[in-house]
């Protein structure tokens, strides 16, 4: 069975340009989540999906950011204007259910760079 | 708000000494607890997770946490260091959150082997 499978692996874009990133969960997997790691610090919550509705937004760091999920299925997390500050990796990750003793399994990340 | 906190960014240990990566939750209620681990330019696999059964949890690659809420701790152990554990661990604590549950992740520890 695929895992969670993030595209693009990496992305170096400029300052200003636009950038989507694409998040296919496991199938069957209704819990869809979205985390930032910014170089040297933490992995931070951005937002959690079930299904198609935004479940939870107030990791969301500003209206630059847009998540969608149109049909409950893949995600994307658009990123625009890019700022500098916007650099790290973008993991996504998926469950089945969102009780507490669910895993929630991560893909591998979109390494994104903003010069 | 939850929070974990991990003593330690960087850990070195000798081939075959023990592991310890230090873990403390902040909690008012009984919380989930999980151990993840990031190998070099892949995404986080879970090790491990703690949800209120034995409070003594073992996970896979030969790790185990204990989980002791006197000292709001969950620690990460394993008796003998392999070249192929160095990788960055993250422990993650998650509450209920509109009925959902979700990971707070600490700032990780890069777990350094040497021969």
């Known amino acids: 069975e695929a895992g969670v499978t993030q595209f693009p692996s990496h992305s170096v874009i400029e300052k200003g340009q636009t950038v989507t990133l694409r998040c296919d969960p496991i199938?069957?997997?209704?819990?869809l989540y979205w985390y930032r790691r910014v170089m040297g610090k933490e992995i931070k919550f951005l937002l959690h999906?079930?299904?198609?509705?935004?479940?939870?937004e107030s990791g969301m760091p500003n209206n630059r950011f847009l998540a969608e999920r149109t049909g409950g299925t893949y995600s994307t997390l658009k990123v625009q204007p890019a700022e500098l500050e916007d650099s790290g990796v973008y993991f996504c990750?998926?469950?089945?259910?969102?009780?507490?003793?669910?895993?929630?399994?991560f893909g591998e990340g979109s390494w994104l760079t903003v010069v | 708000a939850q929070s974990v906190t991990q003593l330690g960014s960087h850990v070195s240990v000798s081939e075959g000494a023990l592991v310890l990566l230090r873990c403390n939750y902040s909690?008012?209620?009984?919380?989930?607890l999980f151990w993840y681990v990031q190998y070099p330019n892949q995404g986080l696999q879970l090790l491990l997770k703690?949800?209120?059964?034995?409070?003594l949890v073992k996970g896979i690659n030969g790790f185990e946490a204990e989980f002791k809420k006197s000292e709001t701790s969950f620690h990460l152990t394993k008796p003998s260091a392999h070249m192929s554990d160095a990788a960055e661990y993250f422990c993650?604590?998650?509450?209920?959150?509109?009925?959902?549950?979700?990971?707070?992740f600490g700032r990780g520890t890069s777990l350094i082997v040497h021969p």
């Open positions: 990750a998926s469950s089945q259910g969102a009780s507490s003793g669910n895993t929630i399994y």
């Open positions: 199938s069957g997997h209704d819990n």
């Open positions: 999906f079930v299904k198609e509705s935004k479940q939870d």
């Open positions: 909690s008012s209620v009984p919380p989930y």
């Open positions: 703690y949800t209120s059964a034995a409070t």
């Open positions: 993650a604590v998650s509450y209920a959150s509109g009925g959902s549950y979700i990971p707070t």
